[in-house]
């Protein structure tokens, strides 16, 4: 997992090309201005879903992992909590959405939570568990952006880098 700002000094050559992608996209629109939905940025390899979600108490909000995308998660408006832990292996899969590339666990161990703000971006890598949406100080309604990137195309770009 990373987190970061939008706003901070950030060396983003360090990252690969697609998640510089994701974030300059992320930096030069105004998701307040959008409407919520689906945004390709780069077909069905790298798109955004604007979304406006109301937060829960962390019972009420499920682990996630996702095996074919990587997860980047923006707070354009409001507050909100996310969990984070590293997936063991050890945690079954309580229920899935296969075709979303959701899956959903139980209880877990060692979870921790970050206080997310406006401009504030969450990397998320299939080893990630996280658990988004939860409330800071109560429930509220907020405008994220998730940007998905496939693992494909970051594994084809990670090999034309260590063919050059």
């Known amino acids: 997992m990373i987190y970061s700002s939008i706003y901070a000094k950030a060396d983003w050559d360090k990252y690969p090309e697609a998640i510089r992608r994701a974030l300059e996209y992320l930096k030069s629109r105004d998701f307040t201005r959008m409407e919520c939905g689906t945004y390709p940025i780069q077909g069905k390899d790298i798109y955004a879903l604007v979304q406006q979600v109301s937060t829960a108490q962390k019972e009420d909000k499920k682990p996630e992992v996702h095996k074919k995308y990587v997860d980047i998660q923006f707070l354009a408006t409001g507050r909100e909590k996310i969990g984070y832990a590293a997936d063991t292996g050890k945690y079954p899969v309580v229920s899935q959405k296969e075709e979303n590339d959701i899956y959903f666990y139980g209880e877990i161990e060692n979870e921790n939570f970050v206080l997310v703000r406006p401009g504030d971006y969450s990397i998320f890598f299939p ?12 429930p509220e309604t907020i405008r994220k952006v998730v940007i998905k990137i496939s693992l494909d195309i970051l594994a084809e770009r990670e090999k034309e880098e260590i063919r050059e």
């Open 127 to 138: 080893e990630d568990i996280h658990r988004p949406g939860c409330m800071a100080d109560g």
